[in-house]
């Protein structure tokens, strides 16, 4: 019989990519999504690539009673992975009672749930930003956590402290903790891939948005900064080889491969790249030219961080494995094929 893992935001950017691998690993997926910021023709996508309808509840993970109920009506889901949270940096700042509610009492939730149902594991998705600015680059998992500076980064630090204080009180269920770096790239087939909700906050869908029309101009926050070309650097990594580590983590779980109850990983490339190398490889890579200005430096943005992953290819044996320049060929074949479909929104 399949094993069921449960997928919260599993109709979201990383989430759907991941539904897909875990489909493809031989898991049964059950979703639990409440669309605000994606959309029910994301399961179409997912059914196109995988041939398996996953089972959807349409449903805000604070609810616990409904996630009681799913629990209740798909029985044996060995394990969750926790997407659903809200994520844009900015927006937490002015909403920060929304962020705190959002992120933390969902994840409450399901812990409080995990031992009635014998769930044995969840695997939670951190990022970077609990490293703030770190003093030594390339981030190894034991830096130090700094002050975070925004509520949704704030989130992400208090998420990774109720984990590791219910691990240490023995609460009885494992946890994978992966902080990401910068997730970019579509699923190759194009069914699937980032769908911003509104003007797109994150640089990516803005530079495919601006190669395509939809936007005027792509804004460089900042030349200014101690970096060879003054933009800030970050580690971008594909989307597909991401969503491969969280089946990676919720197969090492469930086989307990690891005498520890709680492991942090690093999710990322290694490679530290700018916003002008990327903007000028997704030129080289699809052809296509962007136009852009610099502007301010954005508030809040961190200078330089690209990630040490030798953490997660020693222990998961996992590699992110995609080039930067088929991954923004991905990134462009998606956005074309949004704007054949009229998905924007
Ligand atoms: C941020 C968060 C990260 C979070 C992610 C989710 C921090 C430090 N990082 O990533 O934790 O998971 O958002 O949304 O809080 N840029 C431009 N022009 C644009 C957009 C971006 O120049 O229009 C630049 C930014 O200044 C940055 C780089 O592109 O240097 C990447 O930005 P973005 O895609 O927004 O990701 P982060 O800010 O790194």
């Known amino acids: ?54 089972v959807f509840y349409e449903m805000d993970c604070n609810d616990k009673p409904g996630l009681q109920k799913v629990l209740m009506e798909n029985k044996g889901i060995k394990g969750i992975i926790h997407f659903a949270a809200s994520k844009a940096v900015g927006e937490s700042v002015h909403k920060p009672l929304a962020y705190y509610r959002n992120n933390l009492v969902t994840l409450l939730n399901l812990l409080d749930l995990m031992p009635e149902y014998a769930v044995e594991g969840i695997v939670f998705s951190s990022s970077c930003t609990v490293y703030g600015q770190p003093d030594v680059l390339p981030v190894t998992e034991d830096a130090p956590i700094k002050p975070a500076l925004s509520p949704y ?27 990401y770096f910068n997730p970019i790239g579509a699923h190759p087939s194009a069914e699937i891939g980032e769908l911003p909700n509104g003007v797109p906050q994150n640089l990516v869908p803005f530079v495919t948005q601006t190669a395509i029309g939809i936007r ?39 086989e307990n491969k690891s005498k520890n109850n709680l492991e942090i990983f690093n999710l990322g490339t290694g490679r530290g790249i700018s916003v002008l190398e990327l903007i000028n490889t997704f030129e080289k890579s699809t052809g296509v030219k962007v136009l852009y200005k610099i502007v ?42 949004l704007k054949n479909r009229s998905f924007i929104r």
């Open 1 to 54: 019989m399949k094993k069921i893992i449960l997928v919260t935001g599993g109709t979201g950017y990383i989430g759907s990519h991941t539904v897909v691998e875990l489909q493809t690993a031989g898991y049964e997926v059950v979703i639990i999504d409440n669309l605000s910021n994606s959309n029910r023709e994301v399961i179409d996508g997912i059914e196109r690539i995988s041939g398996i309808r996953p």
């Open 153 to 179: 980064g704030n989130t992400k630090q208090i998420n990774e402290e109720i984990i590791r204080d219910a691990i240490h009180a023995g609460l009885p269920f494992k946890s994978i903790i992966l902080r």
């Open 296 to 337: 301010e430096r954005r508030e809040g943005d961190i200078e330089k961080v690209w990630a040490n992953p030798e953490h997660a290819n020693k222990v998961l044996g996992w590699a992110a494995k995609e080039t930067l320049e088929d991954t923004l060929i991905t990134a462009w074949n998606w956005q074309k094929k």
């Open 216 to 254: 005027k101009e792509l804004s460089v926050f900042g030349d200014d900064y101690d970096t060879p070309d003054g933009s800030c650097i970050r580690d971008y990594i594909n989307v597909v080889d991401l969503a491969k580590a969280h089946v990676i983590a919720m197969n090492r779980m469930l």
